[in-house]
């Protein structure tokens, strides 16, 4: 076997992890496909299918390194979310703590000298950064914008080539 049973363990735990981060996203592109806020929605429905690819990259390197594959239940996504804003905070925060998880992966791979989990995981690491200044910066504009005026968001985002 050429990953630890610690890391195995913590990566079968990170594609529940990945696989809620996914539902919770489709509750959000959801929130604004009803708002008819479409490039909102695009952008959250495109973060669902990059979370299910992230747990799928866990799924196949634990197969590829002879772990064990045992996927846990996924955790309840939340549906009811009040306002765009609360949608983006969240979708924030659960980029902070995925953050959190992958450290602590890596810290599993450090511990163990395990240099194919530290180099799997370097990519996780340099996208969770990625994520987070992408979901604070929406956070940012839509503030910004207010609730009232999300129409402004729609543009923005159509600036950056969204669409």
């Known amino acids: 076997m050429l990953i630890s049973k610690e890391l195995q363990d913590g990566m079968n735990a990170q594609i529940g992890n990945e696989f809620g981060a996914c539902m919770q996203y489709l509750g959000i592109a959801g929130y604004f496909h009803k708002d008819n806020l479409t490039l909102l929605a695009k952008l959250f429905f495109e973060?669902?299918?990059?979370?299910?690819?992230?747990?799928?990259?866990?799924?196949?390197?634990?197969?590829?390194?002879?772990?064990?594959?045992?996927?846990?239940?996924?955790?309840?996504?939340?549906?009811?979310?009040?306002?765009?804003?609360?949608?983006?905070?969240?979708?924030?925060?659960?980029?902070?703590?995925?953050?959190?998880?992958?450290?602590?992966?890596?810290?599993?791979?450090?511990?163990?000298?395990?240099?194919?989990?530290?180099?799997?995981?370097?990519?996780?690491?340099?996208?969770?950064?990625?994520e987070i200044t992408k979901m604070d910066g929406l956070l940012s504009v839509v503030r910004r914008a207010g609730e009232k005026n999300l129409i402004m968001v729609e543009a923005y985002l159509a600036h950056l080539g969204t669409e």
């Open 47 to 130: 973060q669902a299918e990059e979370e299910k690819e992230h747990a799928m990259k866990f799924v196949h390197y634990i197969l590829e390194t002879d772990g064990e594959l045992r996927i846990p239940p996924v955790s309840q996504a939340k549906f009811d979310f009040k306002s765009a804003e609360e949608c983006v905070e969240a979708a924030l925060s659960w980029e902070k703590d995925v953050t959190a998880q992958i450290t602590r992966l890596m810290d599993i791979a450090v511990e163990k000298k395990d240099y194919l989990g530290q180099n799997f995981l370097k990519w996780f690491i340099d996208e969770q950064l990625e």
